[in-house]
């Protein structure tokens, strides 16, 4: 995570009351009152769908072209596999921290770089 959004995120989490098992974002409709203790909120995780729907109007708004909900992680994916081999790692914990059951599915997330090529050979 990039150290600025590290720190947003920290701030959040001290600004913002919350259990630790709440969600990080909540939708404008996140806070239901539970029908089992009337009186009291529950809080509501957002959709997988609301989520890519939010991270679209994000981008929108940034003017970001060509970003979806899912390349922040890829480019999480590509900038581990780069600094693995630095911090005494190897793809096999990029795989893991990606969640992946298969090396296969981790090396679709990482882009190769011309540079590395070249000092390589």
């Not at 708004?61 to 999480?76: A, I, K, Y």
């Amino acid at each position: 995570m990039a150290p600025v959004l590290l720190d947003h995120v920290a701030a959040l989490f001290h600004a913002v009351p919350g259990r630790p098992r709440d969600p990080l974002i909540l939708s404008e409709r996140a806070l239901r009152e539970d029908p089992d203790e009337p009186g009291t909120d529950k809080v509501q995780c957002m959709t997988p769908r609301s989520i890519v729907h939010l991270f679209g109007l994000m981008y929108g708004e940034l003017g970001l072209v060509g970003c979806s909900s899912h390349s922040g992680r890829r480019t999480f994916g590509t900038r581990a596999a780069r600094r693995v081999v630095e911090a005494g790692g190897s793809l096999r914990d990029v795989q893991q921290l990606l969640g992946h059951r298969n090396l296969s599915t981790t090396q679709k997330y990482i882009d190769g770089s011309e540079d590395a090529k070249r000092r390589l050979v």
